[in-house]
């Protein structure tokens, strides 16, 4: 029985719970029994956004770049533009802890890149999705950034390590490529992995790999975890509480790592449970400073959770951020306050941290 201070849903505006509704029966439809997904279907549910390259959307361009075609590897490039990226040299910003923070930006007004890496579980959606479409501007006209953002593989035609080839292989193609991939004002050694759900999955295990790997120009300075895809074998407490929430139900999640992992593994292969059993070892790595964000309606929390608490004890320098009222997924519903304060936040700590500040 839940407690009297705690209701038994989360406080939802009428139209954000629909939207939710509709997300989770069409999952729920277009995935086949046999393992495979009704592709037709869903992608005449998943309303998708051109790009703009010459009339700027919310003051922001934004453009596609094929990496590799037989695999059909490519991104969408998004830039801000006129008095978004024009005035924030100028600008100061509250650090997390609410202290002045100096701007970023120098006078050659470069702008740091933020590879975006989308959700989906995998399995569903694209950079081109309307939904990510509208994150990505906001991320680069708030911070203000070069928002990469990547259309990887999808499962279950494509498992496991498929997606972590993908984020990786744009991130060493910008680094080769990066006075004619990039504008002229990108800043690739002041980089940002960012993602959210099974996208921060993916950043993670990019960032990881990117710090085994020499690059010419790129350097990974900060990763952005928004309530990332983790999981195990083991049922956690948040898991069994929330077992059938909207979006990331316990059965839907374990569809998407069964699509995802090689034939014969369980939930405790590095891939997802990333601190448990067989996890990697970071300790010695040059791990990115890490922002990670939880939501108290998401039953992937105490995954999350751990995932910091593993960053803490590797010795690597995190900060958690807690929504108590929020359900997974929460930020891309702009008509939520709280979706504007995450993306302050993730502002923030891109400033402070190319501030140089604690």
Request: glycine content about 6%.
């Amino acid at each position: 029985m839940a407690s009297k201070t705690t209701p038994p849903k989360p406080d939802l505006p009428w139209k954000t719970r629909l939207v939710v509704s509709l997300i989770s029966n069409i999952s729920d439809v277009t995935r086949r029994s046999d393992g495979t997904i009704n592709r037709r279907l869903f992608n005449f549910f998943d309303l998708k956004s051109p790009p703009s390259p010459t009339k700027p959307i919310c003051s922001v361009i934004s453009s596609d770049t094929t990496v590799d075609s037989t695999r059909n590897l490519w991104f969408r490039l998004y830039v801000p533009t006129g008095s978004t990226a024009e005035t924030a040299p100028g600008c100061y910003a509250k650090g997390l802890n609410g202290d002045s923070l100096p701007n970023y930006n120098t006078s050659n007004n470069t702008l740091p890149v933020m590879i975006f890496f989308h959700g989906g579980g995998f399995s569903f959606l694209s950079a081109a999705s309307r939904s990510y479409d509208m994150v990505c501007r906001r991320f680069a006209r708030r911070i203000p950034a070069i928002v990469v953002s990547v259309d990887y593989r999808l499962t279950p035609e494509h498992c496991f390590p498929c997606q972590y080839d993908d984020g990786f292989d744009v991130l060493k193609f910008l680094d080769e490529k990066n006075a004619t991939a990039l504008p002229a004002n990108a800043d690739l050694s002041k980089c940002f992995l960012a993602g959210d759900s099974a996208g921060a999955n993916v950043a993670h295990h990019v960032a990881v790999k990117a710090c085994r790997t020499r690059f010419q120009v790129a350097k990974v300075v900060g990763l952005i975890s928004i309530q990332p895809f983790f999981g195990g074998e083991e049922r956690t407490e948040s898991e069994i509480r929330l077992t059938g929430s909207l979006l990331v139900s316990v059965p839907r999640t374990d569809w998407c790592w069964k699509v995802f992992l090689p034939k014969g593994e369980n939930r405790d292969h590095y891939a997802v449970n990333v601190s448990g059993p067989n996890a990697e070892d970071i300790s010695g790595l040059d791990y990115p400073r890490t922002l990670v964000f939880v939501g108290g309606w998401d039953p992937l929390q105490d995954w999350q959770r751990r995932y910091y608490e593993w960053l803490k004890r590797s010795g690597k320098e995190a900060t958690l951020v807690e929504y108590p009222n929020m359900i997974h997924a929460f930020y891309i519903f702009p008509e939520l306050p709280e979706s504007s304060q995450l993306f302050s936040q993730v502002r923030d700590f891109v400033v402070s941290h190319l501030c140089g500040c604690s």
